[in-house]
Each structure stands twice: as C-alpha cells, then as structure tokens.
C-alpha cells in the first residue's frame, strides 16, 4: 500500500472515530438535558399543584385524610391534570396509587414511589405501550410527616422524535462532512505526494548516475527543505563525480604520455644494439654504447620520474627552464634516432647556427623525437631538413620532409587528446598521444607548435621558443 493509500485510510479511520464519538456525545448530552428539563418542569408542577393541594385542604373542604383517600384522590388528580399534558396519579403510604388522572395505570414499576416514600423526589424512565415515560414522584409533607405523594408520567415520545431527527440530522451531516473530509485528504496527500514522487523518480535517475532531474517545491516546510537538501546533494554528487573524471582522465593521460615516452630510448638502445654488430671500428662501437648509456640513463630518469609522480600523487609534468643551444639539441637527438633514420632510408641535414634559449632540455628532447619519430614512422620520405633561425624574441625551428603529406582533415585533429579522435588509428606504431604531448610541452616552455602540409608535397613543423626567461 503507498503512503498516500495509507494518509487516505488513517485520516478516514480518524474522521469516522471522530465522528461517531461526537454522535454518543451529542446523543447523550441532548437526551440527559432534555430529561432535565423535564424532570425540572415536573417538579415546578408538583409546587404548585402541592400548594393547591394544601388549599383545599385549609378550605376544609375535605381534611387531609380524605386527600389520599380513594374516594377524593382521583378526582383531585384529574383536577390537577386538567390543564397539563400530563398524567398524575396520587399514592398513598402503603405506596398505591389511590387516584389517577387517566384509567391506564399499566406502569407496574414502583421503585420511583418506594423512594418518594423515604423523604426524597425521584426520577425514573420506563415502558410502556410502545412509547417511553419519565415518572416524576415527590412526597406530600404535611405536619411533619409525609402523607402521601404526587407521581407525574410524562409521555416521552415527543423527546424520542426529536432525538430521532437530530441523529438523521448529525448522520446527514457526518457523512457530508466525511465526503468534504476524504476529498480534501485526498487533494492534500496528492499535493504532498508529488514532490516525493519527483523525490522518488530523481534518486532513481541518480541511482543510474543521471543527476539532471532537479526537484522544485515552493513550500517553506519539511517537504521544501527536503527538495532542496536532495538538490544540493545532487549538485554536490554531480560534481565530485565530474571531478573524480576530470582527476582519473588527467592521471590516464599522464600516465599514456609517460609511457608513449618510454618508447624514444627503448627503440635508440634497440637501434644501437643492432648497429653494434654491424660496425667494425673500436671508436664506432664505443660511440654506440655511449648513446646506449645516454638513453639507458635518460630511461632510468623517466622511470624515477614516473614512480616520484605515483608516490606524490601528482599528475602535471614538472618542468626546469634552463638557458640552453638549440642547436645541440637537435643534433643530440639526431644522433640518437640515427639507427632508425639509416634503417628507414632517410638523408637529414641540420642547417643554421647555434642558438641560446630558456628551454627544458629533457622537455624540448621529447618534443624533437616525437617531431622526427612521426616522420621517420608515417611521412614515407627520403629526405629531411631541419633548420634554425632567430626572429626577434623567439627561436625558431623547422623540421621539413619530402613525404606525402597529410590530408587536410586530418590536420585539424592532429593535436587533439586522443580520447576525442573517435576515427584515429591505433596500432603498435601509434597510439595517437604524441603529437598532444609536443604541443603541452611547447606551451609549458611559453612556445608554440605549428604544422603545415600539403598531399604529394611534404609537410613542415615549425617549432617556436622563447629566448628569453619568462618571469
């Protein structure tokens, strides 16, 4: 059963007790004050009709004897009797009734008469001939000592209607006031139910880690405060999420950089181990193992780096400018990639004059061998230029090849994270990571990279640095 069912049954199981406890209360307090009224109407009847009594007795048209006597006794309660509603019987000690104002006197009830006798009035209710009576009986003091007494029957049957048509009265109205009652229950439980239905729906779109659904209530009470609490847990749950993400593709991506990386000394010591047993020279042979140390070290440092990262927990590439030439590193780089730039059948040549800029050597490395490994690795050409040059506040490199080209659509997307290439190719050679990683190193150094191609021509990497320290 849902809540609503369940305020619907409890506020009608509530309306009912309610309402039928007010039906006995009502009831009960009408009947008792109509007896009252009566039982007082018949006791200012008995003061009068005593004080008559005792008229004709000083009158001495009959003496006190006489009064509750059967001889004179029914006549006087007919007398009495004459101008009321009512029927009056006198009794005497002996407790019969020696007069009656009417010939029935089937009320054989005689507790009300026993009392009356022992000095105090009493009131009792009973049957007879299809209707009920309220008996009225008083004692007659007379010196001193009582006499006789009146008895007054009241036919209650006027009272009975009256309590009749109060309860087709008080019923007819409970059971409008029921409907009245239950519509609007049911109009406010709907109206109280609906944002819990919204509260409902939106913890199940963020059970499925949909945090749109957003809950609006303009009440200032529990409900409200329970809508705006959940909105905010929602914002407050989307956003940790987004940035658990934003931290988790940040450490993804670092980490496939780092490990891209890893390829550029791993493929040199491969190359210089393989070119080892082709030389026949001593100097040739010790050059090869001094790169080999060279990039063994350079590999031991980035995995040092690597391990520093995952136990700091950080996840940006640190760089250290220093004032550097250009030109050595270039060259440097050249030599290291020179196995693989024999092996791919490519002529290089390196032109222009030394140059000093703030760099970060290791930083500006990676950038030459990934610049130079995509075109030993995809341009398919014979030849390679790199050139230097200044203008003005930068230093500028240009890597040129005779390949063929890249498609102009693809030129746009040539630097995007490759978790945004939908269509990039992935395969042992490449993974679509270095080229995003050149231009984040270019723009960590304050420089910048550019590329201009053309199909069946070649393409050209112009790579600008600062030669200045930037504070």
């Known amino acids: 059963m849902g809540l609503r069912n369940k305020m619907f049954l409890q506020h009608a199981v509530t309306i009912i007790m309610l309402l039928a406890a007010m039906y006995f209360v009502v009831n009960y307090t009408l009947n008792k004050s109509m007896i009252e009224r009566d039982t007082q109407t018949l006791s200012q009847y008995f003061a009068l009709h005593r004080i008559e009594a005792l008229k004709i007795v000083s009158d001495k048209k009959i003496n006190m004897d006489e009064l509750f006597s059967g001889t004179y006794a029914p006549f006087i309660a007919s007398h009495l009797a004459s101008n009321i509603n009512l029927q009056v019987q006198l009794f005497a000690p002996d407790e019969t009734i020696v007069g009656s104002s009417t010939d029935k006197d089937n009320l054989l009830k005689r507790s009300d008469i026993t009392a009356a006798l022992q000095g105090e009035a009493a009131t009792v209710i009973a049957a007879g001939e299809g209707t009920q009576y309220l008996i009225y009986s008083a004692p007659f003091w007379y010196e001193g000592k009582i006499v006789g007494g009146f008895r007054y029957l009241l036919d209650l049957n006027q009272n009975i209607q009256t309590l009749s048509q109060m309860r087709i009265w008080f019923v007819g109205a409970a059971i409008g006031c029921l409907i009245l009652s239950l519509f609007a229950t049911y109009s406010f439980s709907s109206f109280l139910m609906k944002p819990l239905q919204a509260l409902q729906q939106a913890l199940k779109l963020v059970s499925v880690g949909d945090f749109s659904k957003k809950i609006k209530v303009e009440t200032k009470d529990e409900v409200g405060e329970l809508a705006q609490n959940f909105n905010q847990m929602s914002d407050a749950l989307e956003h940790h999420i987004e940035m658990l993400h934003y931290e988790q593709g940040k450490q993804k991506a670092f980490y496939d950089n780092m490990t891209h990386e890893l390829k550029t000394p791993l493929t040199s010591i491969i190359g210089f181990s393989d070119l080892i047993d082709k030389l026949d020279t001593l100097d040739n042979i010790r050059d090869c193992n001094t790169y080999i140390r060279k990039e063994s070290s350079r590999l031991l440092t980035m995995v040092e780096e690597l391990l520093q990262t995952s136990l700091k927990g950080e996840e940006e590439w640190r760089i250290r400018m220093e004032l550097a030439d250009l030109k050595t590193l270039v060259t440097e780089s050249l030599s290291i990639l020179l196995p693989t730039i024999q092996k791919s059948h490519i002529t290089s040549t390196v032109r222009g004059s030394a140059s000093e800029v703030y760099v970060d050597p290791k930083r500006t490395q990676q950038v030459l061998f990934n610049v130079i490994g995509n075109v030993i690795k995809h341009s398919e050409c014979t030849y390679l230029e790199i050139k230097l040059a200044d203008q003005g506040q930068y230093s500028i490199i240009r890597i040129k090849d005779n390949g063929k080209g890249i498609p102009e659509d693809q030129l746009t997307k ?11 190719e992935i ?11 050149v231009k984040q190193f270019m723009e960590l150094q304050g420089g910048a990279i550019n590329i201009q191609s053309h199909e069946g021509v070649g393409t050209e990497v112009l790579l600008k640095f600062n030669r200045y320290l930037q504070m």
């Open 427 to 437: 395969s042992s050679d490449t993974h679509g990571l270095g080229l995003p990683l």
């Open 414 to 424: 040539l630097f995007l994270p490759s978790s945004e290439k939908q269509d990039r």
